[in-house]
Nanobody
Framework: QVQLVESGGGLVQAGGSLRLSCAAS????????MAWYRQAPGNQRELVAR???????NYADAVKGRFTISSDNAKNTVYLQMNSLAPEDTAVYYC?????????????WGQGTQVTVSS
């Protein structure tokens, strides 16, 4: 079992910035990839950004140039730096981790953190 703890959400004005963090903890696992998803009311959950253990990244078109995903492998933590936030970025943001543990792959979701951008 792996636990994920997210932090960093909140209320910010349009044009502002927030930084989300997601820390994974548990026994005897290695991270394959980490990602951030978001879900706005009435919408499906969508991928925001993803980073592999090798450092490769990909982003949703809506956030390219504004959001940056990074990771600290020693801390099993992934970050999402969000700049130039807009009201349409308002959503619950979820961290997802894909791990290898005891020879098998698993994925885990964080509890979600609310990001609200006011106009």
């Amino acid at each position: 079992q792996v636990q994920l703890v997210e932090s960093g959400g909140g209320l910010v004005q349009a044009g502002g910035s927030l930084r989300l963090s997601c820390a994974a903890s548990g026994r005897a696992f290695s991270i394959i990839a980490m990602a951030w998803y978001r879900q706005a009311p009435g919408n499906q959950r969508e991928l925001v950004a993803r980073i592999t253990n090798g450092g490769s990244t990909n982003y949703a078109d809506a956030v390219k140039g504004r959001f940056t995903i990074s990771s600290d492998n020693a801390k099993n933590t992934v970050y999402l730096q969000m700049n130039s936030l807009a009201p349409e970025d308002t959503a619950v943001y979820y961290c997802k981790v894909i791990i290898e543990q005891y020879g098998r792959n698993y994925q885990y979701w964080g509890q979600g953190t609310q990001v609200t951008v006011s106009s």
